[in-house]
């Protein structure tokens, strides 16, 4: 192989790379909704200040919270910033009320996720 290219291809792989990089990073988001237990949201459409109680008790347990953003339908699963670790007792206290949520967020197949950096 030539000089050029070599050249050539070292430069295609050094921006096929890049970008992969630039795809692979996420902007940090703020997205204001309630926060709702995945189980009894989507099983039994239960939610409001009277579900406040059993939604932290099923938060505290392991079930996955959703935060339902003001306006529309759209639904993000909650994840901690942490592989292996607990969503923050900041999310878990303020299940059932409207909370703006920033962090990181991913899609994947049609599923949205929100890594949570701060809830306010």
């Known amino acids: 192989m030539n000089r050029l ?6 430069l295609v792989a050094v921006v096929g790379l890049a970008g ?11 997205v204001t909704g309630n926060l709702e237990d995945a189980y009894c949201y989507g099983t039994m ?9 059993c939604a932290m008790k099923c938060a505290s347990a392991g079930i996955p919270v959703t935060l339902i953003e003001k306006g529309t339908e759209k639904s993000y699963i909650l994840l901690p910033n942490k592989d292996a670790s607990p969503l923050p007792q900041s999310v878990i206290s303020r299940m059932e009320d409207e909370v703006t949520v920033t962090g990181k967020e991913y899609n994947k ?12």
């Open 5 to 10: 290219t070599k050249l050539g291809l070292g």
């Open 20 to 30: 992969m990089a630039i795809a692979a990073d996420t902007s940090e988001t703020s």
């Open 45 to 53: 459409g239960a939610k409001g200040p009277g579900h406040k109680q």
């Open 109 to 120: 197949n049609g599923t949205e996720y929100l890594v949570v950096e701060s809830v306010k």
